[in-house]
């Protein structure tokens, strides 16, 4: 029998082209639309905050954090995750989104964003923005409008627009 164990490893430069066939496969030309996007499309994601899931030498899965702001404090917006379709239900995105939250907490960030099911997120630590407290550059469904706590309080206090990082360098 072949062994197809299962690695989680940081995102390199030369993951790019499968992550984007991936995305591709799974988004469609929709992804450009959407609202989030318009913050990644910025500087982009964080490599070493990025992570992919391969069996063997294929990569199966992908997930990444880009730097933003909501108002003026630093958090980080998670997405997309994306998970081949023949490899889901095996715990493989769950796996993606803690080694990227785990990795976020030990390099000091505190607080994640992401646009997505609460009712999956929420199994790793994301709850609903209360309405109107962050707002995306576009539309969004507020009750899919997430945020993940890295640190005890670290959303208390926090509010306003949610913008890449680097526009309020
Ligand atoms: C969402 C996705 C990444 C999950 O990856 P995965 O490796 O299959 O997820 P896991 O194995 O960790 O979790 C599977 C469980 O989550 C559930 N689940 C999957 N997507 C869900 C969703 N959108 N809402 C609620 N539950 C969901 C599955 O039914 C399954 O439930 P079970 O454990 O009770 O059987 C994958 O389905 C995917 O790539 N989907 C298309 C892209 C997408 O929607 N990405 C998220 C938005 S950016």
Redesign the pocket.
Known sequence: MTDLSLTIRAETASDALAIERLHER??GPGRYAKT?YRIREGQGHTLELSFTAHVGTLLI?S?RLTPVRIGEVKALL????????P???????????ERALAEAKAKGHRLVV????????G?CGFKRVPRGRATMPGPVDPARLLVCELGEGAFEGVSGPIRPEWEGA
Request: net charge neutral; glycine share 16%; hydrophobic share 40%.
């Open positions: 799974t988004f989030a899965g997930v998670l997405g997309p995750l994306t998970v081949q379709p490899f889901r239900d095996r715990g493989i995105g769950q796996v993606l989104i992401l646009v997505g099911d609460e009712p999956y997120y199994k």
